[in-house]
């Protein structure tokens, strides 16, 4: 809500960090953390309201074209095309829907990370409706001016609803491609769950490298494998089960960047150093199973993949619900879920 500042209350089942080493070799640049954190249900986000529920069955995009058919379908699988064009309400049903359970937490955890070493001008890209935005102006010093960035503006239009004019944030649409700010203008550049969207990962880590001074970080996230979060695996075989020909392709993309070694190959030939890899795992409390599978399924580019294979969303979201029950237990419903941060400096 405009101008309010809401903290998510510390998690207070958090166990104390596990450290270990996985193989990723290189140990002594990549000390690896596996830190397992059971939390309690610490922030809801709102409830989904009527409003956004009733949803409206003409499609735009935030330029106000109608989305045909066609330019829905030609869509490009694994890249940044799926958010190119956001029909309304789907940042909605993605922040209150989805943020909750996939993003809250693992914002404060970055967040955190990002103020440690009390950055003053911070970057975000890819921030959707601003969920670890919030938590990054929570945490930053209250001097330090935080821009925040994403390819989709109607994303962007929910994200500063978060913030108060006072605060210091500034909004900009931007492709984390090409990035339109000078070279060496940023002591933190901040990225949760966008990279895997990045049809050009290497160009995006250069660019972070390019905006960032020296001695500045750049800290991002990805998904582990379906493996570590298996309502990925849920969410693949219901819609596989209403599209058996031609299963929607999105659900390929967010969890399929888990592969350490490479991501922390590519950075150290960047030029990046002091590359820091953390597991983060968490067991999330789900009590509203129903509004976590609405927004999977209305809160991304699934929404449309579906709807030109003439499924009927609902359904969709009704059947996930009941997988989702059926797997992880009654409400509230408990699931694992992993990420992996990646930590790293510009000398
Ligand atoms: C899963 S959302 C993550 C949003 C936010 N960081 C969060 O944690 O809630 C992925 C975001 O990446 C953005 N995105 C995809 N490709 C992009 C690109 N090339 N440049 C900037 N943002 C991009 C999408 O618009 C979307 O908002």
Redesign the pocket.
């Known amino acids: 809500m405009a101008g309010t500042r809401t903290v998510a209350p510390e998690p207070s089942l958090a166990a104390r960090p596990r450290f270990g080493r996985i193989g990723v070799g290189k140990s002594s640049r990549c000390l690896l953390h596996v830190t397992s954190r059971f939390l309690n249900e610490n922030d809801r986000g709102y409830a989904l309201s009527r409003a956004g529920i009733a949803f409206d069955a003409q499609k735009r995009s935030q330029q106000g074209k109608i989305m045909t058919q066609k330019t829905i379908a030609n869509h490009e699988v694994g890249?940044?095309e799926?958010?190119?064009q956001?029909p309304a309400n789907i940042p909605l049903f993605?922040?209150q829907g989805?943020?909750p359970v996939?993003?809250v937490d693992?914002?404060n955890d970055i967040a955190r990370r990002a103020a440690a070493a009390a950055p003053l001008r911070v970057l975000?890209?890819?921030?959707?409706?601003?969920?670890?935005?919030r938590r990054l102006r929570d945490f930053l010093p209250a001097e330090a001016h935080l821009v925040v960035?994403?390819?989709?503006s109607a994303?962007l239009d929910l994200a500063r609803t978060k913030f108060s004019p006072a605060e210091g944030v500034g909004f900009h649409s931007?492709?984390?491609?090409s990035l339109p700010f000078p070279d060496n203008g940023f002591d933190a550049v901040i990225?949760?769950?966008?990279v895997?969207?990045?049809?050009d990962k290497e160009k995006?880590y250069c660019e972070a490298y390019r905006v960032l001074t020296s001695g500045g970080h750049y800290l991002f996230?990805v998904w582990d494998s379906e493996r570590h979060n298996p309502v990925a695996r849920l969410i693949k075989d219901i819609v596989a089960r209403f599209c058996p020909a031609d299963p929607p392709r999105f659900c390929e993309v967010?969890f399929a960047y888990h592969r350490i070694d490479p991501v922390r190959d590519l950075l150290d030939s960047v030029g990046f150093t002091g590359v820091n890899i953390s597991v983060v795992s968490i067991r999330k409390s789900v009590a509203d199973v129903s509004a976590f599978a609405r927004g999977q399924v209305r809160g991304?580019p699934l929404f449309d993949e579906l709807r030109v294979r003439g499924v009927d969303p609902d359904r969709v979201v009704d059947a996930l619900t009941e997988l989702v029950v059926r797997e992880f237990g009654s409400e509230p419903t408990r699931m694992p879920l992993r990420a992996i941060v990646f930590e790293a400096r510009r000398p």
């Not at 931007?174 to 491609?177: F, H, P, S, T, Y």
């Not at 990225?191 to 966008?194: D, E, R, T, W």
């Open positions: 890249g940044q799926f958010y190119a956001t993605y922040d989805l943020g996939f993003f693992f914002a975000e890209v890819a921030a959707g409706t601003g969920i670890a935005s960035t994403d390819l989709n994303m931007a492709n984390a491609l990225c949760q769950f966008g895997m969207f990045f049809p995006a996230s967010p991304s």
